[in-house]
């Protein structure tokens, strides 16, 4: 929560001053030079209820679904589950997360699996990153091909942002939270808010017993 706040009163909506000092340095660099900039931003939603979404179909599992949310915002190009990059390139020993029973639940040391597993989330922290890439109008244009005479150009420069990925970041966190907020009512349905606040209680009042 500390992180968040951080990262609401940034700029560049990060949560670490120093990292940002360093963000700022590169994008002036790329204004100076004519460039843009892309990158990558979290999106993380806690106290998520195991059970969202399904195993069973293709089409329904959260984490495809939360995928296509994500890689549906413009320029965005990849999505990442939890450590999904990282653990790929490692053994199985490293990847997955232990399971124990303490004061009375089941829970997870670790997160490696960014709160989700078989397409359903199990309760943990859900985190998941979008990579987003520069920006394709540039202040120095690309080598192009006129459309009409099918001779050499260069591409329009028109007015254009330099770095987008703060802005994305809100977008994503929107898009997750639409996508949560389905699958939410998928699972606890009702013709009222006061049905689907009963049905998550009975829910989550069984899981406890667990």
């Known amino acids: 929560l500390k992180a968040f706040a951080c990262a609401e009163a940034s700029e560049l909506r990060s949560p670490d001053r120093s990292a940002e000092k360093k963000m700022k340095a590169r994008i ?9 900039m892309g990158g990558s931003f ?3 939603a806690l106290g998520v209820p195991p059970g969202l979404g399904s195993f069973a179909q293709w089409d329904v599992r959260l984490d495809g679904r939360l995928a296509q949310a994500l890689i549906s915002i413009q320029a965005i190009k990849a999505v990442e589950i939890g450590q999904g990059i990282k653990v790929a390139f490692g ?3 490293q990847a997955h997360d232990e399971i124990f029973y303490e004061r ?3 829970c997870r040391r670790t997160n490696h699996a960014g709160g989700l597993e078989g397409g359903i989330t199990n309760g943990e922290n859900l985190v998941l990153r979008a990579f987003m890439k520069p920006i394709s109008t540039l202040g120095r244009p690309l080598r192009s091909v006129d459309i009409v005479s099918k001779k050499p150009t260069k591409a329009e420069v028109i007015r254009h942002d330099v770095c987008a990925v703060p802005a994305a970041s ?3 966190e ?7 907020a389905r699958a939410f009512l998928e ?3 009702g013709d009222s808010l006061g049905e689907t606040k009963r049905n998550f209680k009975a829910y989550m009042a069984q899981v406890k017993r667990f």
């Not at 002036?28 to 843009?36: C, L, M, S, V």
């Not at 929107?174 to 949560?180: D, G, Q, T």
């Open 28 to 36: 002036q660099e790329a204004i100076r030079k004519g460039d843009t």
């Open 170 to 172: 809100i977008v994503g």
């Open 91 to 93: 053994l199985g020993s």
């Open 104 to 106: 009375g639940r089941f």
């Open 42 to 44: 979290d999106v993380a």
């Open 187 to 189: 699972k606890f349905g």
């Open 174 to 180: 929107a898009a997750v939270a639409f996508e949560l």
